[in-house]
């Protein structure tokens, strides 16, 4: 097994994602925690002052960790240095190292700083920006155990991690009791499910399924925009009258849409399953004959939960286009959808307009092309190819893009756009780099000193 943030596993049911499900299934109260530049870099360089994990205070003394006790020192002037150590499993370790005696410190000299320590390096080295780790604490009967992984933030199990704990986007640490979660979405389900036996029992399954079919892309983004603005008591999203627009396209996309997304998918694929297993017509079926139909149907059922994992992500991208179409309908700011240049390149957005951009004069260079993309991963690289002669500025609200990544698109020319929130905080990469700029600056240094011209002329 390599050095690697995320690792391989060989096996059925093995991998990332069965132990997290393993763990969340097992843990009586779990801790997750977004991991900063320095929760990363003390396993990547040797210089780094900071050891381990940083913990806040109040989750150092919530009652998840053991209580610290005063450490004896040498010098009893000394300022006191707090401590517990208590047993870790790191089951992404390399072998010999999974079982560590992990301590969790509090240097009172230094205010209320805490980090736990003598953690495998192994497990963070490698991690994307952005990236999790989640301690589960459960009882064995040598005492209380905390079994800890790290979760890449780019990698499906992140998707799976935030799905199963209710995770939002602007999370930076919490805990959680997993049976707990599990209990209120088994509330969530129950009255969905009287509604859906009766109207198997009724024989009107297939018309109650049209009525749980998720809506297209654009009715889904329609009805997430509408829910902010009434949240916030907006009339359109106008850029230039929000005080951080793009942190609004990442509530939009990443929360309010993202939760109305869950709600109709767990109807829809419950429906479904329904359906493949018990059919349209209702009908007496004895447990074996449950079971026979389930083992016939298993890959109908596969393809089932496949589709699901499809419609997830494929929605993620066309949600953000959505969204930033309305925020620039909201500032009246001009641009053309799709439109197909050169070489069959179709960027998502030209502002103002091809026809614009194509002039043979100098106003042409103040137009550009903006590309949209909710994650960026290797598909940045795609947008290179759009970008011809062209300014282009990419927008995205994700997190887990590296530095190095960050400097490959400026060598290309490509300017990054992002929320606020993401170019100062610790978890992210997007500081101190020349062509990254927030969507408040985009937009009130780069679209409006244009607005009044691309309006004369788009």
Same mark, same amino acid.
């Given at each position: 097994m390599g050095e690697q943030g995320?690792?391989?596993f060989d096996g059925e049911g093995s991998g990332q994602a069965g132990l997290l499900t393993d763990l969340l299934g097992r843990a009586e109260r779990v801790l997750v925690k977004k991991l900063s530049n320095n929760d990363r870099d003390w396993a990547r360089y040797a210089n780094k002052h900071q050891a381990g994990v940083y913990i806040p205070a109040d989750h150092r003394d919530g009652g998840f960790f053991p209580a610290l006790e005063e450490k004896e020192r040498e010098d009893p002037a000394a300022r006191p240095i707090r401590e517990a150590l208590f047993d870790t499993v790191w089951p992404q370790a390399l072998d010999g190292r999974q079982n560590r005696k992990t301590r969790i410190v509090h240097y009172t000299s230094k205010g209320p700083e805490t980090h736990m320590t003598r953690l495998p390096k192994e497990c963070f080295g490698?991690? @994307?920006?952005? @990236?999790?780790?989640?301690?589960?604490?459960?009882?064995? !009967? %040598?005492g209380t155990v905390y079994e800890c992984l790290t979760v890449d933030s780019a990698s499906d199990e992140a998707e799976l991690?935030?799905? %199963?704990?209710?995770?939002?986007?602007?999370? $930076?640490?919490? !805990?959680?009791?997993?049976?707990?979660?599990?209990?209120? !979405?088994?509330?969530?389900?129950?009255?969905?499910?009287?509604?859906l036996i009766a109207a198997w029992q009724a024989g009107t399954i297939a018309d109650f399924a049209r009525t749980a079919a998720m809506p297209g892309t654009e009715e889904l983004a329609r009805r997430a925009l509408a829910r902010y603005l009434e949240i916030h008591g907006l009339e359109v999203l106008d850029p230039f009258a929000i005080e951080r627009p793009g942190d609004a396209l990442r509530e939009i996309s990443r929360s309010i849409e993202w939760e109305m997304f869950r709600t109709f998918q767990r109807r829809e694929r419950a429906v479904d399953l329904v359906r493949i297993v018990l059919g349209d017509a209702p009908r007496g079926m004895t447990v074996a004959e449950m079971i026979r139909q389930l083992v016939n149907e298993l890959p109908r059922i596969d393809a089932l939960m496949l589709s699901a994992s499809q419609q997830r992500k @494929?929605?993620?991208?066309?949600?953000?286009e959505h969204h930033i179409e309305a925020i620039l309908r909201g500032g009246k700011i001009p641009f053309e959808k799709q439109v197909v240049i050169e070489a069959k390149k179709r960027p998502d957005f030209i502002l103002p307009?091809?026809?614009f951009v194509s002039r043979a004069d100098a $106003?042409?260079?103040?137009?550009?092309?903006? @590309?949209?993309?909710?994650?960026?991963?290797?598909r940045w690289k795609q947008v290179e190819r759009e970008k011809g002669n062209r300014r282009l500025y990419l927008t995205t609200v994700d997190e887990n893009i590296?530095?190095?990544?960050? %400097?490959?698109?400026?060598?290309?020319?490509?300017?990054?756009?992002?929320? !606020?929130?993401?170019?100062?905080?610790?978890?992210?990469?997007?500081?101190?780099?020349?062509?990254?700029?927030?969507?408040?600056?985009?937009?009130?240094e780069i679209v409006q000193p244009n607005l009044e011209a691309w309006r004369g002329i788009a």
């Open positions: 995320i690792f391989d490698q991690l @994307s920006p952005a @990236s999790f780790l989640v301690m589960g604490r459960y009882r064995k !009967e %040598q991690l935030l799905a %199963q704990l209710g995770i939002p986007p602007d999370f $930076l640490i919490g !805990e959680f009791e997993p049976a707990a979660i599990r209990a209120q !979405e088994q509330d969530r389900v129950l009255d969905f499910a009287a509604e @494929s929605r993620a991208g066309y949600s953000y307009s091809l026809a $106003l042409a260079a103040t137009g550009l092309i903006l @590309s949209a993309k909710t994650t960026l991963r290797e590296a530095g190095n990544a960050i %400097q490959d698109m400026e060598g290309i020319g490509v300017q990054l756009v992002i929320p !606020e929130s993401l170019m100062d905080a610790r978890e992210t990469e997007y500081a101190g780099h020349g062509n990254v700029l927030t969507f408040r600056r985009f937009c009130d």
